[in-house]
């Protein structure tokens, strides 16, 4: 595969092969709390949501496949958070390192930036210290570290909450 990245607008047609990146993440790994599969429901739910409220939804595709996929919401409910959004960002295990995952959350965060985003923030399991080096390698800075808070493959959890800034 060549390295050359198409980022689009996430859609229907990719709701299936954003799932098949993002399940074995989920059933094969510590890196997110959840046990639970995405369904192409589950998919198309959250981003027709991220979409409604404005925020982005977006895939990498490398020679014509997806390969990857990020997305941003409102950290938390309620007014005072909506300018403070977290973001997701997974890879097909096959092209993690090769720069996707940099393209995907720069592109993020020149679409929150431009819609007066303060803050990005990264919740990014303990256990995944390649995630915490990719975070902090584009500008992430630790806050804190939430000890214990997760649940997964009988074992108890801890998570790193990052944070960078978008405006001035």
């Known amino acids: 595969m060549s390295k050359k990245f198409k980022i689009e607008q996430a859609n229907s047609s990719h709701f299936s092969t954003i799932r098949s990146i993002w399940n074995p993440i989920i059933r094969e790994t510590l890196w997110t709390f959840n046990d639970k599969e995405k369904s192409i429901e ?14 982005s939804s977006i895939v990498g595709i490398n020679d014509g496949k ?10 938390r409910s309620g007014t005072g958070y909506r300018k403070t959004m977290e973001h997701t960002v997974i890879i097909d295990k096959n092209l993690r390192g090769c720069g996707l995952g940099r393209c995907l959350v720069a592109e993020l965060e020149k679409d929150a930036k431009n819609k007066g985003v303060h803050f990005l ?11 915490v080096s990719f975070h902090e390698s584009i ?30």
């Not at 997806?66 to 950290?75: D, E, H, L, N, P």
């Open 139 to 168: 500008g992430f800075e630790k806050l804190c570290i939430l000890p214990n808070i997760g649940f997964k493959f009988g074992k108890f959890l801890s998570l790193i909450l990052m944070q960078k800034k978008l405006t001035k």
């Open 121 to 131: 923030i990264a919740g990014v399991s303990e256990s995944n210290s390649a995630g």
């Open 66 to 75: 997806v390969v990857g996929f990020a997305s941003y919401g409102q950290f």
């Open 42 to 55: 589950d998919i198309e739910t959250m981003i027709l949501e991220r979409n409604n409220q404005g925020h």
